[in-house]
């Protein structure tokens, strides 16, 4: 699936008492008939009331799409900002040409072999994009490829496309953007803002602390923005917030402004074999249609942003810059980073450089976290069905957030292993963590510290008991509760005191601590049953403790 973010009238990002952000998103639904399924996206327009055509999208050199990379996945197409209103009739412009890769190979298909090559294949989708003033919103592309229809003897695609709304996108697992434009202003030392080159919504640029910002001018490397100016031409990737249109960059590029660099191609993929320098790599994503499963190229000259040719490893995870040769079909790699390794100029992990499988479980009493090992590779210090230590400090979530980090959760990480300590860089959560359509609101349940309600401020100290739906500091068993606005059930402000059980449901502010809650509820506790209410949303009692990261 394929999501977009739109914001019509570009050059900004805030909304205002008539407009709000739109954040249009590109996703895909399981097939398993298809390794790789690659299309080219060019536009995507709607409809408001008037009847006047908007663009939410439009790129006229195309942008590529393995869209079998997308399930459960939302890609950032575009931000832009709509006036409020009601948009229907969406087209999805898409280049004819499709590329399906089986077990058998590649097949080059299109959505309409009656058309020239070259041609635009329109697709019709049928939706509602509901935009109130002052609220950001997000809305997707289906690309449902699990009723995708291929007859050979045409050579024909027949496509099914399905528009998705904001409930639909929450359950996303993962929204990421790759965002080129012009920086229009430097806040500090791990944040900028950039005005996209589509004219859309300005988008803020948090650096991850385990970012690489690469100079192409000079081929350095850096962690901060001490490189990057006002002005500036960058392109970042990393995962995207659609509420507050933020990216949380893993990867910065900084252009050098040479048109020939320019031309740089990008893909990502998992190393299926190495013979000397020569990688062969199974491609998953790529900016350009590949035209094959899998691309070999030299790594003799390459510069390394993160990692070195000696951990290179069959299995891994890379994404590689270089120069492709589209007649000869040759890639040429220039810049590489190896998923989860350090960084250039920092020292190397300490232990092996491991990729593991695992389930997840919290020691309840002092919230450290093991993992039983499932799978394993690059490591030869790790064994089936060990217990390690996992230690997440500057760890990237990758995929999943913090509230996955539960007892029973399947991860997969990327890191280093040492004497049975696994610090993990990269995590991805597999199972163990339940999305629905409507996110779960932060909820917890207590007991009211002595001496700590403060009727002037609005808040109180809450002693935990349970959790739910969010990530405790694991240095802290009490948090903040700020009452000011709830809404108080089976009792009044006046009766908040010391010893009082309370559940609370609002929303989590982890740097400070804070549950700002919108509802309120006193429970009576007896001997014989223990709680005998609860928050209508359903608090269970059998929670386990979630810890801050």
């Not at 209103?85 to 087209?91: A, E, L, S």
């Not at 990421?176 to 434009?181: F, H, K, Q, R």
């Not at 031409?233 to 040479?258: C, S």
């Not at 020691?363 to 069905?385: K, P, Q, R, Y």
Request: include cysteine.
């Amino acid at each position: 699936s394929v999501a977009l973010v739109g914001c019509g009238g570009g050059g900004g990002s805030s909304s205002d008492t008539t407009s709000a952000n739109v954040s249009l998103y590109v996703t895909d639904n399981l097939t398993q008939d298809y390794s790789e399924v690659w299309v080219t996206l060019y536009s995507v327009t709607t409809t408001n009331e008037a009847g006047e055509t908007i663009t939410l999208f439009n790129n006229p050199e195309g942008q590529v799409q393995n869209l079998r990379a997308l399930v459960g996945v939302g890609a950032l197409l575009d931000t832009q900002n709509l006036m409020a209103g009601t948009f229907t009739d969406f087209t999805v412009s898409v280049g004819n040409d499709i590329e399906l890769v089986n077990d058998a190979g590649v097949i080059s298909a299109q959505f309409n072999s009656s058309l020239a090559a070259g041609t635009h294949f329109d697709i019709m989708v049928d939706g509602s994009l509901v935009v109130t003033a002052g609220e950001n919103t997000a809305a997707a592309i289906d690309f449902d490829l699990a009723q995708f229809t291929y007859d050979a003897a045409t050579n024909q695609v027949t496509p099914v496309l399905i528009f998705q709304d904001e409930e639909e996108t929450d359950s996303f697992y993962r929204t990421y953007a790759e965002v080129e434009g012009v920086v229009v202003s430097i806040a500090s030392a791990t944040q900028f803002v950039i005005a996209p080159e589509s004219d859309g919504s300005h988008i803020t640029v948090n650096l991850h602390n385990t970012a690489v910002v690469y100079d192409e001018s000079t081929e350095m490397s850096s962690d901060d923005t001490s490189a990057i100016a006002v002005g500036d031409e960058v392109e970042a990737y990393g995962n995207f917030d659609d509420a507050t249109l933020a990216l949380e960059a893993v990867r910065v590029k900084l252009d050098d402004g040479d048109d020939a660099t320019d031309e740089l191609m990008e893909i990502e993929g998992t190393i299926e074999a190495i013979n000397g320098m020569v990688i062969t790599l199974n491609i998953f994503e790529s900016n350009f249609m590949p035209g094959m499963d899998t691309i070999d190229f030299d790594v003799t000259d390459v510069i390394f942003t993160k990692g070195d040719a000696t951990l290179l490893s069959v299995g891994m995870e890379v994404e590689v810059k270089g120069t492709w040769d589209e007649m000869a079909s040759t890639f040429m790699a220039e810049v590489m980073e190896i998923e989860g390794a350090s960084r250039e100029g920092e020292m190397p992990m300490s232990g092996d450089f491991s990729e593991i499988e695992g389930t997840l479980a919290i020691n309840s009493e002092d919230g450290s976290f093991t993992l039983t090992v499932t799978e394993f590779e690059h490591s030869d210090n790790v064994a089936i069905d060990d217990m390690l230590t996992v230690v997440f400090t500057d760890t990237w979530l990758k995929e999943g957030e913090e509230a996955c980090l539960l007892d029973g959760a399947s991860l997969h990480i990327i890191g280093s292993v040492d004497t049975g300590v696994l610090t993990a860089s990269v995590v991805e959560v597999e199972e163990g963590c339940i999305h629905e359509n409507e996110e779960e609101s932060p909820e917890a349940f207590g007991t009211i510290a002595l001496d700590s309600v403060d009727m002037v401020a609005g808040t109180l100290t809450l002693n935990v008991l349970e959790a739910e739906n969010f990530m405790m500091n694991q240095q802290s068993e009490s948090i903040t509760v700020d009452f000011s606005m709830a809404v108080f059930d089976d009792g009044l402000a006046e009766e908040l005191m010391g010893d009082v059980k309370i559940e609370v449901e609002g929303t989590w502010d982890a740097e400070t601590n804070t549950l700002t809650a919108t509802e309120l509820e006193f429970v009576m506790v007896t001997m014989d049953s223990g709680m005998d209410s609860g928050m209508d949303s359903g608090m269970d009692s059998d929670m386990e403790p979630e810890l801050m990261i």
